[in-house]
T-cell receptor, first 118, second 115 residues
């Protein structure tokens, strides 16, 4: 069974600084997807970034980028130029794509609560 | 982007009654919908997976007779909490999956309080 581990329950960063959130996972699959989701105080889940395991190039979305190390099974999220609006819980998630049914499930880590300080 | 709605956003019910939560994909057809439960400051716990027109698949430990899921159409899934008790109080989130981009789109969640 796949597992996702986020070892940092809470982190804090100063506004405009850079912060990296860690995520490791365990799987025997070769084809899968990894995601970072943000959950602000409103509790709406927002997709931050997505990485396909078969792509070697690290995904980037504006100030958000990942360091995907497939051999090490790690998938960290870097937030550059942190903003107050980045304050949220961040969840790392794994998905094994499939043909429907019980597949395509997201397996979430326990989350990292990020506080951006002014 | 794809939008998923949930109704109601907040519901208070008395112990022993049933409450229904709706999840709708507003601008796309969802082949699969997922229901999650989230306790404060914790991660999302998958309760069940539903596919349109078929029975839901429940995760281990989730009582299927207590949490009834119906996926009536490609845009609507409902979760009914039957004979609710205070321990069922939680935040319930649905997500919808179109199968196109391998992305799940989340609803805003429903806060259930059982008194």
């Amino acid at each position: 069974a796949q597992t996702v581990t986020q070892s940092q329950p809470e982190m804090s960063v100063q506004e405009a600084e850079t912060v990296t959130l860690s995520c490791t996972y365990d799987t025997s699959e070769n084809n899968y997807y990894l995601f970072w989701y943000k959950q602000p105080p409103s509790r709406q889940m927002i997709l931050v970034i997505r990485q396909e395991a078969y792509k070697q190039q690290n995904a980037t979305e504006n100030r958000f980028s990942v360091n995907f190390q497939k051999a090490d099974k790690s998938f960290s999220l870097k937030i550059s130029d942190s903003q107050l609006g980045d304050t949220a819980m961040y969840f790392c998630a794994f998905m094994k794509p499939g043909g429907g049914g019980a597949t395509n499930k997201l397996i979430f880590g326990t989350g990292t609560l990020l506080a951006v300080q002014p | 982007g794809a939008v998923v709605s949930q109704h109601p956003s907040w519901v208070i019910c008395k112990s022993g009654t049933s409450v229904k939560i709706e999840c709708r994909s507003l601008d796309f057809q969802a082949t699969t919908m997922f229901w999650y439960r989230q306790f404060p400051k914790q991660s999302l716990m998958l309760m069940a997976t539903s596919n349109e027109g078929s029975k839901a698949t429940y995760e281990q430990g989730v009582e299927k007779d207590k949490f009834l899921i119906n996926h009536a159409s490609l845009t609507l899934s409902t979760l009914t909490v039957t004979s609710a008790h205070p321990e069922d109080s939680s935040f319930y989130i649905c997500s919808a999956y179109s199968g196109i981009s391998y992305e799940q789109y989340f609803g805003p969640g429903t806060r259930l309080t059982v008194t």
